[in-house]
């Protein structure tokens, strides 16, 4: 431990969005966080790695108490040509295999691992309630996140792992920024019926989740998620209603579809998602609506 209650934390993906906001609360609790980084190191606190060859000094593995995971490109950018979803999968596999095997070099490995994942493994599955004990989807998003899943199980058995299924960020950045842009043109949508559900969790509950889980006692997939299931129609609306725009505009399926595969998959796809073990393991949620958290996206 680096001092008394506190945890030395390894972090992959530590400027990203999620990594930010999750070092500051880390910080603030007390623990001390080393970033991991693909440049040369700025401070003490940085080290470096090359996950797309696979390298690392392993010895950093036996030296921290836990390691959290959120290498991964963009699923926002479009289109999703076949170079582009090969980056999406070895930017995700390659991190995380790099991990899972330089903890199994050092004697006394992380006690925990918080591996990225997502809840694109349900795929499209509008009608269904879903929670972690719900099969895989079919298509190229279950299919990448049952890849990223298997990359951690390579981590040793002594070492707990938890698979964090998460949902769309509400954020300044992240897959919704594309929804804000809009909206702040006066461009505000509906995308084909609205009725589509899109997982959705504040950026701070994101965070505040995953500094949960490092001192939970769950293993396994848990999904990441606001409490709320929230339809695509409300929660374009809200960002209409917060930003004072109009919301006029429809968008038909057949001109979504006209983006391709990445535009079905981000725009058109239904899951209704309940973050049931996180719920049963007593986390407390700030925002429980996602008009709550476009809200305190605004408001911070």
Known sequence: MAASGAMRVLVAGASGLIG??????????????????????????????????????????????????????????????????????????????????????????????????????????????????????????????????????????????????????????????????????????????????WPWISLRDEAAAIRHLLTSTLSGPVILAGPTPATSDRITRAYARRMHRPYLLRVPEPVVKLLGEAGERLLLDSAKVHPTRLEADGFEWRDHRVEQAIDALFSR
């Open 20 to 197: 930010r906001e999750l070092t500051a609360q880390l910080r603030a609790d007390g623990h001390e966080v080393r970033a991991l980084v693909r440049r040369r190191p700025a401070s003490d606190d940085e080290i470096n790695w090359a996950p797309s060859v696979r390298t690392i000094d392993a010895r950093v593995l036996g030296e921290v108490d836990a390691v959290v995971n959120l290498s991964g490109a963009s699923v926002g950018r479009i289109p999703w040509t076949p170079g582009y979803r090969k980056e999406l999968l070895e930017s995700r596999v390659q991190p995380t295999r790099t991990l899972a095997e330089a903890m199994n070099q050092v004697s006394t490995p992380p006690s925990v691992f918080l591996s990225g994942s997502a809840v694109g493994f349900y795929g499209d599955r509008p009608g269904e309630k879903l929670t972690e004990a719900s099969p895989a989807g079919t298509g190229f998003f279950p299919e990448l996140v049952a890849a990223w899943e298997a990359a951690a199980a390579l981590a040793p058995k002594k070492t707990r792992v938890v698979n964090l299924r998460s949902a769309v960020v509400v954020a300044r950045g992240g897959g919704l920024a594309p929804v804000r842009t809009l909206t702040g043109l006066g461009l505000g949508a509906r995308f084909a019926t609205g009725g589509q559900y």
